[in-house]
């Protein structure tokens, strides 16, 4: 589909291909893994866009909720060191040298039965000891990551995309990563203006409305031997956590 320049890895399994979203990153790209998308037009010489995606919001099982709510705790555990008790597990089979560690709950622990968690997860109340545990009282939401991605453009919110209800609807009003060309330094923001492109301050007008996380600058003028003159201009307009694209780098969300 295309060459593949950058990876952006969003979660294990599901990347996202720039400049295109391909399916065959993964072998089972079940819907829930699939993003919602936008697609808005940016200012730019000719017709150009940038791209919204809006992975689906998750529910989590939190053996918080089940102890305050129900007293269910596996021998040991309390409420202020269930969070210091699964990190020790992680790191136990890290040095065992079994991989990362296991992030699933250990339903045998709680002298639950197997299946339990994933249950609730899918929303179903489940019978333990003659009662019921309901699903809505140990859930908690984990809002799904949003990615923007833009192509040339010399503004990218000339929509007013960013500005709208709508993307507050949609995204929270929070990016959690954006990719946003750079192609020149700011002495040079009347030749990016007549070109379409942009300088690191022109950049930073759309990333602070986008109320953004994390930078990605990409699109660069091969007048520049280094991208670390573009990218310490963008530190001077306040965004601090940025980074460079390079050819098939991967970056973690």
Do not use: W
Request: proline share 3%; with cysteine.
């Amino acid at each position: 589909m295309g060459l593949t320049i950058t990876i952006i890895e969003l979660k294990e399994g599901v990347s996202l291909y720039l400049p295109c979203f391909d399916k065959s990153i993964s072998n089972d790209m079940s819907p829930e893994k699939i993003p919602d998308m936008v697609i808005i037009p940016i200012k730019h010489t000719s017709a150009c866009f940038g791209f919204v995606f809006k992975f689906k919001d998750k529910m989590k099982f939190s053996p918080e909720k089940l102890y305050e709510k129900y007293n269910i705790r596996s021998p040991g555990f309390t409420p202020k060191n269930i969070k210091e008790e699964k990190g020790k597990e992680k790191e136990e089979k890290e040095e065992k040298g079994k991989g990362k560690g296991s992030k699933h709950f250990d339903e045998n622990k709680y002298g639950l039965k197997k299946g339990f968690v994933s249950r609730l997860k899918k929303k179903d109340d489940v019978q333990y000891k003659g009662g019921l545990i309901k699903h809505e009282d140990v859930l908690l939401k984990v809002r799904g990551k949003v990615c923007v991605i833009f192509g040339d453009t010399s503004n990218g919110n000339s929509s007013g995309f960013f500005d709208s209800d709508e993307y507050k609807k949609v995204c929270g009003g929070i990016s959690d990563l954006v990719v946003h060309e750079c192609t020149f330094e700011m002495s040079m923001i009347e030749r990016a203006k007549k070109t379409g492109h942009s300088t690191p301050d022109m950049l930073a007008d759309t990333y602070f409305k986008l109320n953004a996380k994390r930078l990605i600058i990409t699109h660069f003028s091969n007048r520049y031997d280094s991208m670390n003159t573009l990218r310490d201009e963008v530190i001077s307009c306040g965004i601090q956590n940025v980074e460079i694209a390079e050819d098939f780098k991967i970056f973690k969300v």
